[in-house]
């Protein structure tokens, strides 16, 4: 026997879903269930504790269960649930505070292995630490900062021999967690099998070195670290890479994921492929995204750039040309993560972090380094030859998953070749929505559609596995894909119909198919507006007090879908997203437009738009911020802007003209980031008004009563709060980088990730001194870092006194759902409380124990 698992969500759906994939993951070796939803068609979105119950009994064992859940109401149902549970079975069943989908994918790992119940929350809870920070290194020394020195230089050699015992040998998971080990160490460690040498901090060398069960492999190591790098090395193998013999799957894959049943839409699908006389004109593909979808045709047929070799002189320069274009590739994949994670979440924004690991393959850069110096070649052509062997190597092997990353390794290829050449990307914009029919689609271009243009995707190639199906599930987009070549046999703007959920395609569909599948289309619309409905409320206090609820957005076609979640409004456009993925600065009309859409997409509610925050981690390679040791701590976001009016003059002039009034009020409002001393305001508002002198000039509009609010994300700023809130209308909390400056911990480095955590309640009391600094004032006052959207922290951020809380979309409905369940009295005593503990961990026992009524 070993540990089961259960997922707890408030969409049946999303149960399924996350149920099918750790099922995919451990090929069925692990019990699971899932229990989401609640048996009400009007009201499917809930949770139901004898759900839960009912799924723990059915992979309930005496090795234990471990149970995984999403927040608010499912938290409680658990809870619950393991009230009703006997004696014998409680102490055996456990709550997993994890992320649901990573951190089901790596508990369902760690139980396929055969680990402890105690052993598996652990793997869990840790699913978002697992970094790979970025390589670096002087430009002659590359190869060796990366970790490819010789013995000479890190001193002598030491080694050890590995058999590996697990069925399927290194593939994708164990490799990731040997490089993963590795990474941790300064010394330089590689891995040798049969002859062959990889560097075992480069994850495309592991995984593609075909290392399988029963093969003796050589780890050697030199450097100050070396024989604790080896010990660690050792260890992992000794617990077989944390992937120990997988148990076959009792189900064939046809039948992974079906549960048996035969759906509505199964017998539908059957009726019309037995009925349709024109079979040639229906498609069957593979089923990526679910939905239904009637409407013209947009051909999407981009051509990667079209690289030539030539000899070059100047290796040196080609080098260095390289250099700068992986740079930009890591910015612009680094911006689309951001944006995806603001659209779809963190677990499935993941996909580009993948992406930055194969950009930072320090032998991927090095081989094509080293071709550039032996060949004299051009860069394009060194880049395009070392990826295009990269990407072969993966579409050769035999695991379906990892045939899949080929095309990850192409999207970025293309992308560094893109910047190389000056080659833009084709546009996804259409005039009109339409179903979008391409060869196959990148994550990045699935994270450019725009949801109210993109009525399905369909493509040639790809399968259900792919990076992009996921976004595309994520989006809410029907998809269907690995279509075949037949896909190209329609005409632009041609009428068709898509079936996401069975991978259907009807080319030429008739009047009888229409009508039909646009009914189906209709419900399918109506279920999705109902599972939204939960978060169309407003945020308020059983005694009263509102909360505004807004969201995060990156960009103006990000502003719709928020508000189907239940967005009241925006609390924080990022606009640095106009400035990424280019490589200019975008015009002051570019920009008015995007704001202006924007507002328009906001409907009258509020828009606060952030000013550029560049540096730190979003660097700009055409805007020189210079080298800085800690640029974290150095030229970034208003610090810059006030230096650079060439870039801040025309960006708040676009601002001022999207405040103007159209048809009504807009409600937009400036927000200046990185404030750290009143001077900064006072210098932002003289560029301010100089902004609004020149407009009155030339004779246009705008919000004479624009308000101006700041950030508070130093711990300076909350110092002087005080005098701060007597020159701005408003305060919004950035506890992302407020967490990072008060605790001195860097949020992107694993090692202090339990420091870098927005429950400090040196954090906290922050917040309270900025809250009481605010209103004392007469000011209101938000939040809009990550905190905002844990559901768990409502409680404590309306005791304290925050007026608004802005958050990724989809955590919407949830923190509402929190807000309205304690009266002020009550969340003002739970923010006492945890204020007065002394670390995060026990602010987030306690918050937990609130959140299911024992505190």
Not at 162 to 177: D, I, K, S, Y
Not at 477 to 506: F, K, N, T
Not at 526 to 545: C, E, F, I, L, Y
Request: net charge negative; with cysteine.
């Amino acid at each position: 026997m070993m540990v089961g698992l259960v997922f707890v969500s408030h969409s049946a759906k999303l149960a399924e879903g996350v149920r099918e994939l750790a099922e995919q993951m451990t090929q069925g070796a692990v019990r699971m269930a899932a229990a989401g939803g609640i048996d009400d068609p009007d009201n499917p979105i809930g949770t139901d504790a004898m759900k839960v119950l009912a799924a723990i009994e059915s992979v309930y064992s005496d090795d234990g269960v471990v149970v995984l859940m999403d927040l608010g109401s499912a938290l409680l149902s658990a809870e619950m649930a393991l009230e009703f549970l006997a004696d014998e079975q409680r102490p055996k069943v456990f709550l997993c505070p994890a992320p649901l989908v990573e951190g089901a994918l790596a508990a369902a790992v760690q139980a396929s292995v055969g680990a402890s119940a105690a052993q598996v929350m652990a793997e869990a809870e840790s699913a978002l630490g697992v970094k790979i920070e970025h390589m670096g290194g002087a430009p002659a020394l590359a190869p060796e900062a990366q970790g490819s020195r010789g013995a000479g230089e890190q001193g002598p050699e030491q080694e050890i021999v590995l058999t590996v015992r697990n069925r399927l040998g290194l593939h994708a998971r164990p490799a990731a967690r040997f490089v993963s080990t590795a990474g941790r160490f300064a010394a330089d460690v590689h891995l040798v099998r049969e002859g062959r040498r990889a560097n075992a901090k480069s994850i495309n060398q592991v995984a593609t070195l075909g290392v399988r069960q029963g093969d003796a492999i050589t780890v050697r190591a030199a450097g100050p670290d070396a024989a604790a790098a080896l010990a660690a090395l050792q260890a992992l193998a000794d617990d077989n890479f944390g992937d120990r013999e997988e148990a076959q799957g009792s189900r064939g894959a046809g039948e992974r994921g079906s549960g048996g049943e035969r759906t509505a839409t199964d017998l539908l699908t059957t009726d019309l492929l037995n009925t349709d006389p024109l079979t040639t004109d229906l498609l069957k593909g593979i089923p990526a995204s679910p939905g239904v979808a009637v409407g013209p045709v947009a051909l999407y047929r981009p051509r990667p750039p079209q690289v030539v070799a030539r000899l070059i002189e100047d290796t040196a320069g080609e080098w260095r040309r390289l250099q700068d274009a992986v740079a930009v590739a890591r910015d612009e994949i680094a911006a689309l993560h951001r944006r995806a994670v603001a659209q779809v979440g963190a677990d499935e924004a993941a996909i580009f972090e993948a992406h930055l690991l194969f950009l930072q393959d320090p032998l991927l850069v090095e081989a094509t380094r080293d071709r550039i110096y032996a060949e004299k070649v051009n860069a394009e052509a060194a880049w395009q030859q070392e990826t295009a062997a990269m990407a072969a190597t993966y579409r050769d092997m035999a695991d379906d998953y990892m045939r899949a990353r080929a095309a990850d390794v192409e999207d970025v290829a293309q992308r560094v070749l893109r910047g190389l050449m000056g080659v833009q990307p084709p546009s996804l914009d259409f005039a009109a929505p339409a179903i979008l029919i391409a060869a196959d689609l990148t994550p990045s271009d699935t994270a450019r559609l725009d949801r109210t243009r993109v009525l399905a995707v369909c493509t040639e190639l790809g399968g259900a596995t792919a990076h992009s199906a996921i976004l595309a599930r994520a989006l809410g987009i029907p998809a269907v894909v690995g279509l075949g070549h037949a896909v190209w046999q329609v005409a632009e703007g041609q009428r068709v119909a898509v079936d996401g959920h069975a991978g259907l395609l009807w080319r030429r569909p008739d009047e009888a198919q229409v009508a039909e599948l646009t009914a189906r289309r209709a419900a399918w619309l109506d279920g999705q507006r109902r599972a939204k409905a939960a978060g169309q409320g407003a945020a308020v206090t059983p005694d009263g007090r509102r909360v505004e609820i807004a969201a995060n957005v990156g960009s103006p076609n990000d502003v719709a879908p928020a508000l189907e979640f239940g967005a009241e409004g925006v609390g924080l456009f990022r606009t640095e997203f106009l400035f990424m993925d280019r490589t200019t600065a975008p015009s002051e009309e570019e920009q008015f437009e995007a704001y202006r859409r924007a507002a328009r997409a906001a409907g009258g509610r509020p828009l606060i738009i952030r000013t550029l925050d560049v540096g730190g981690d979003k660097p700009l390679p055409y805007l020189d911020l210079g080298d800085e040791a800690n640029p974290f701590l150095g030229w970034r976001a208003i610090r810059f802007c006030l230096e650079r009016p060439d870039v801040f003059m025309p960006q708040l002039r676009a601002i001022l003209r999207a405040s103007a009034p159209e048809d009504g009020p807009r409600h937009v409002k400036l927000m200046l980031p990185m404030i750290g001393a009143p001077a900064e305001v006072r210098a932002a508002r003289a560029m301010l008004a100089a902004a609004q002198a020149e407009l009155r000039a030339a004779g246009v509009p705008f919000d004479e009563g624009l308000e101006v609010g700041i950030m508070i994300e130093v711990p300076s700023a909350v110092a002087v709060a005080d005098q701060l809130a007597r020159q701005v209308d408003f305060f919004s909390i950035g506890t992302n980088d407020l967490t990072q400056y008060v605790m001195a911990a860097d949020r992107g480095n694993a090692r202090v990730a339990e420091l870098a955590s927005a429950l400090q309640p040196a954090v906290l009391r922050m917040v309270r001194d900025a809250a009481t600094a605010a209103h004392a004032a007469g000011i209101w006052i938000g939040m809009c870092g990550e905190l905002a959207g844990n559901p768990l922290a409502a409680p404590v951020l309306v005791g304290l006194g925050l007026d608004e809380l802005s958050m990724s979309a989809p955590a919407i409905p949830a923190v509402k759902e929190a807000v309205r369940r304690f009266p002020l009295a009550e969340a003002q005593r739970i923010a006492a409380e945890a204020l007065a503990l002394d670390s995060a961990e026990a602010v987030a026992h306690f918050l937990q124990q609130a959140a299911a009524g024992e505190k």
